[in-house]
């Protein structure tokens, strides 16, 4: 019997489950004090409104990063940090275009996550998802990033593009709480699960989200440029990358009928190439571009069909919730 232990203890399988256990500890301390629980309170209803999700601290003068669903049907915001303590918060701004959303606190002694690079992203990597689901404090669950280039409908029925699929299991609760690598960096922001499917989970990239956050922190809002599509990032065929000089490019999947891109003549199918002469590699690209300095300027997307680059002229209006 004692021989049968030793060898299971000695199987390199023990040690690969103790390397990603302690992967998981390690993380889960090293974010412990960053993700909060927010309690979203409306006074003309007297009750909690359907906003009790999680967020998590970006920056050392209170700023928190959530989703828009979890604050938007509030007059007042309370967030609870590990530690204790519980401060009434600001909204600083939000986004439904993205269900993204910044509060704000006042405190000293704040630790902060930071944001990686979600474009480096692999499917297989691990993900791990921190929140409060159910109301509960601090909960830790662990997977995979099992899909990348996602879309999903926001709110407002706009398509969120470049979702993160993972199977790190979500629950409600966990909306707004960090989606992370195994060094403890944000890779995307926890936004919805698909019921009654299993294993479907998703989270708004950490490109868009930090991007979108520091609109919402200098601005209060998101002003963009409207184009009317979704579309993916994909990597493109060895035989193509030097006819185009790029490597991933944007596959349009949906074409607003009554959009400035249908009007230029975008066409599901097509492949995105450039917008304005600068390169649009993935969807996140569009989106930096496409800002409030481009509403109303006529503009040019090069796009690949068929074999054949072609030059669209569009004008992007402002997208309005």
């Given at each position: 019997?004692?021989?049968?232990?030793?060898?299971?203890?000695?199987?390199?399988?023990?040690?690969?489950?103790?390397?990603?256990?302690?992967?998981?500890?390690?993380?889960?301390?090293?974010?412990?004090?960053?993700?909060?629980?927010?309690?979203?309170?409306?006074?003309?209803?007297?009750?909690?409104?359907?906003?009790?999700?999680?967020?998590?601290?970006?920056?050392?003068?209170?700023?928190?990063?959530?989703?828009?669903?979890?604050?938007?049907?509030?007059?007042?915001?309370?967030?609870?940090?590990?530690?204790?303590?519980?401060?009434?918060?600001?909204?600083?701004?939000?986004?439904?275009?993205?269900?993204?959303?910044?509060?704000?606190?006042?405190?000293?002694?704040?630790?902060?996550?930071?944001?990686?690079?979600?474009?480096?992203?692999?499917?297989?990597?691990?993900?791990?998802?921190?929140?409060?689901?159910?109301?509960?404090?601090y909960s830790v669950t662990a997977g995979v990033v099992s899909a990348l280039g996602r879309t999903l409908k926001s709110s407002t029925g706009r398509m969120i593009d470049d979702v993160i699929q993972t199977d790190a299991a979500l629950n409600p609760g966990n909306s707004g709480g960090p989606l992370l690598n195994s060094s403890g960096a944000v890779i995307g922001v926890n936004t919805a699960v698909i019921r009654g499917a299993q294993g479907l989970c998703f989270a708004v990239s950490s490109n868009l989200a930090s991007w979108v956050a520091g609109?919402?922190?200098?601005?209060?809002?998101?002003?963009?440029?409207?184009?009317?599509?979704?579309?993916?990032?994909?990597?493109?065929?060895?035989?193509?990358?030097?006819?185009?000089?790029?490597?991933?490019?944007?596959?349009?999947?949906?074409?607003?009928?009554?959009?400035?891109?249908?009007?230029?003549?975008?066409?599901?199918?097509?492949?995105?190439?450039?917008?304005?002469?600068?390169?649009?590699?993935?969807?996140?690209?569009?989106?930096?571009?496409?800002?409030?300095?481009?509403?109303?300027?006529?503009?040019?997307?090069?796009?690949?069909?068929?074999?054949?680059?072609?030059?669209?002229?569009?004008?992007?209006?402002?997208?309005?919730?």
């Amino acid at each position: 019997m004692q021989e049968q232990h030793r060898s299971l203890l000695s199987h390199p399988d023990t040690t690969l489950l103790d390397a990603y256990s302690q992967t998981v500890v390690s993380v889960s301390q090293t974010v412990s004090q960053s993700v909060a629980q927010i309690r979203t309170m409306n006074a003309r209803q007297k009750t909690t409104a359907k906003g009790m999700g999680s967020g998590f601290l970006i920056s050392t003068d209170g700023y928190i990063v959530t989703n828009q669903h979890v604050v938007s049907q509030g007059t007042s915001w309370h967030v609870t940090l590990p530690d204790g303590r519980d401060f009434e918060a600001e909204l600083s701004g939000q986004d439904p275009a993205t269900d993204m959303a910044v509060l704000r606190i006042h405190s000293e002694g704040l630790h902060t996550l930071r944001f990686a690079d979600s474009s480096a992203l692999q499917v297989g990597q691990m993900a791990i998802a921190v929140g409060n689901p159910y109301g509960f404090q601090y909960s830790v669950t662990a997977g995979v990033v099992s899909a990348l280039g996602r879309t999903l409908k926001s709110s407002t029925g706009r398509m969120i593009d470049d979702v993160i699929q993972t199977d790190a299991a979500l629950n409600p609760g966990n909306s707004g709480g960090p989606l992370l690598n195994s060094s403890g960096a944000v890779i995307g922001v926890n936004t919805a699960v698909i019921r009654g499917a299993q294993g479907l989970c998703f989270a708004v990239s950490s490109n868009l989200a930090s991007w979108v956050a520091g609109q919402l922190i200098l601005h209060g809002r998101v002003r963009r440029g409207f184009l009317g599509l979704a579309g993916q990032q994909v990597t493109l065929h060895d035989r193509l990358r030097p006819f185009v000089q790029m490597e991933t490019a944007v596959l349009v999947q949906q074409v607003d009928e009554s959009g400035p891109a249908a009007r230029g003549g975008l066409q599901q199918g097509d492949l995105i190439l450039r917008y304005d002469e600068r390169p649009v590699k993935g969807i996140e690209d569009l989106h930096r571009f496409l800002d409030e300095s481009t509403i109303g300027k006529p503009g040019q997307l090069e796009i690949f069909r068929k074999g054949r680059i072609l030059t669209l002229d569009v004008v992007p209006t402002e997208w309005h919730t």
